[in-house]
């Protein structure tokens, strides 16, 4: 089962900041949090994963609660492209064998509105 | 340049057939996986191979039989489909870690 949730749906005005929550109240200590995203009919898309300090890259912001039980993607100017599914996986950060799996929950759907 | 590629995109078959899907990277990745997304939109592991050796198999029927001929590639062999195989399947690769790179998937469809 994923370990984290979050919201079904959301809504965000193209141009603007979307920032999609997720809960992980369980994690443990050496669990990263990875971010993907699935745009309709494509495979999942890596976008950011961290530890516990924030991380940016071109793509988003991942900000991760003090405490680590929950975290926010944000895209900081949302395009119409950026409509997709969300998802955020917790997993443990040593690499290799079983826990190389990612355990996909139902994901948040983003929709960009014009 | 495509990293992770599967054939064929589509795929409809009548049950009791069998079928494969093949999967190659150009990533230099040593781990590669199939991943199984169905009606409902659930994705879930199904096998990795970490150079050429199955690392995890997720409780998948034998039905299913993958084969990694070498690094780069990974098929997926399917004997006696049946309809609730109807799915879309992806293939993915990584090199040891979570951060994957997908395939475009291959829809199945079994009649």
């Known amino acids: 089962d994923a370990k984290t949730t979050q919201p079904t749906s959301m809504d965000c005005a193209e141009g603007r900041a979307a920032n999609l929550p997720c809960n992980h109240s369980?994690?443990?200590?050496?669990?990263?949090v990875y971010w993907y995203r699935q745009i309709h009919s494509q495979g999942p898309q890596y976008i950011i994963h961290?530890?516990?300090n924030n991380e940016t890259n071109e793509m988003a912001s991942l900000i991760i609660t003090e405490d680590r039980k929950s975290s926010t993607l944000i895209l900081p100017h949302a395009t119409l492209r950026d409509t997709a599914v969300y998802y955020c996986?917790?997993?443990?950060?040593?690499?290799?064998?079983?826990?190389?799996?990612?355990?996909f929950g139902t994901g948040t759907l983003l929709a960009v509105q014009p | 340049d495509t990293a992770v590629s599967q054939t064929p995109k589509y795929l409809v078959t009548q049950m009791g057939n069998d079928k494969s899907i093949k999967c190659e990277q150009n990533?230099?990745?040593?781990?590669m996986y199939w991943y199984k997304q169905d009606s409902k939109k659930f994705l879930k592991i199904m096998f990795s191979?970490?150079?050429?050796?199955?690392?995890i198999n997720e409780t998948v029927p034998n039905r299913f039989s993958p084969k990694s001929p070498d690094k780069a590639h990974l098929n997926l062999h399917i004997n006696s489909l049946e309809l609730g195989d109807s799915a879309v399947y992806f293939c993915?690769?990584?090199?040891?870690?979570?951060?994957?790179?997908f395939g475009p998937g291959t829809r199945l469809t079994v009649l």
């Open positions: 191979y970490n150079n050429k050796e199955l690392i």
């Open positions: 993915a690769s990584s090199q040891g870690g979570a951060t994957k790179f």
């Open positions: 996986i917790v997993r443990a950060g040593n690499y290799g064998g079983a826990t190389n799996k990612l355990i």
């Open positions: 369980t994690i443990s200590g050496n669990e990263y």
């Open positions: 990533l230099g990745h040593d781990t």
């Open positions: 961290g530890l516990k």
